[in-house]
T-cell receptor, first 116, second 114 residues
Framework: AQKITQTQPGMFVQEKEAVTLDCTYD???????LFWYKQPSSGEMIFLIY??????QNATEGRYSLNFQKARKSANLVISASQLGDSAMYFC?????????????FGSGTRLLVRP | DVKVTQSSRYLVKRTGEKVFLECVQD?????MFWYRQDPGLGLRLIYF???????EKGDIPEGYSVSREKKERFSLILESASTNQTSMYLC?????????????FGPGTRLTVL
């Protein structure tokens, strides 16, 4: 069963507008972490934001915020005031803390295109 | 800043060749990973290592092997490259401690097998 689901293969957003990228996850663990990465056309994976399952507040990092809804098992990324440089692939990932390997499980990604 | 480097950004090989992809990290991390990335599939874990000479299979280890002789270096080996191994390969290392967990990625190697 897929553990991380990103249902939007591609998204468009107008420059300066906000956009939400969806991510749902599946785990039976109580302790886990959720990550969002950005991958520009250069290929490098850039860490954006992290949310722990026990964190009471939604994580924020500059223009990025994570809309964490634990009961719905969703961890959507919100990018405010989109910029042209935000055009990239975005991946949601999860780490199950009980898994001592530290590996991340990734979704299939969403390609975001910011229109001028 | 943590730095993870990969030996090549682009590589073209022929079917049947033995291929080495090298990854080096400079932060004394114990845990290192090799992923492959394909369109529509995201990143899938091939192998990981949690110490020198220690390795574990990930989700798609078939056709690959790894080597970790030194802590800073984790090599992915394609014993006999095939066209279905054409992909983007990403190496990562992990820092975990003081309540924080971070996975740092290298720039990736785009491998084409002809």
């Amino acid at each position: 069963a897929q553990k991380i689901t990103q249902t939007q293969p591609g998204m468009f957003v107008q420059e300066k507008e906000a956009v939400t990228l969806d991510c749902t996850y599946d785990t039976s663990d109580q302790s886990y972490g959720l990550f969002w990465y950005k991958q520009p056309s250069s290929g490098e994976m850039i860490f954006l934001i992290y949310q722990g399952s026990y964190d009471e507040q939604n994580a924020t990092e500059g223009r990025y915020s994570l809309n964490f809804q634990k009961a719905r098992k969703s961890a959507n990324l919100v990018i405010s005031a989109s910029q042209l440089g935000d055009s990239a692939m975005y991946f949601c990932a999860m780490r199950e803390v009980e898994d001592s390997s530290y590996k991340l499980i990734f979704g299939s990604g969403t390609r975001l295109l910011v229109r001028p | 800043d943590v730095k993870v480097t990969q030996s090549s950004r682009y590589l073209v090989k022929r079917t049947g060749e033995k291929v080495f992809l090298e990854c080096v990290q400079d932060m004394d991390h114990e845990n290192m990973f090799w992923y492959r990335q394909d369109p529509g599939l995201g990143l899938r874990l091939i192998y990981f290592s949690y110490d020198v000479k220690m390795k574990e299979k990930g989700d798609i280890p078939e056709g690959y092997s790894v080597s970790r002789e030194k802590k800073e270096r984790f090599s992915l080996i394609l014993e006999s490259a095939s066209t279905n191994q054409t992909s983007m390969y990403l190496c990562a290392s992990v820092h975990s401690g003081a309540g924080r967990f971070s996975q740092y990625f290298g720039p990736g190697t785009r491998l084409t097998v002809l």
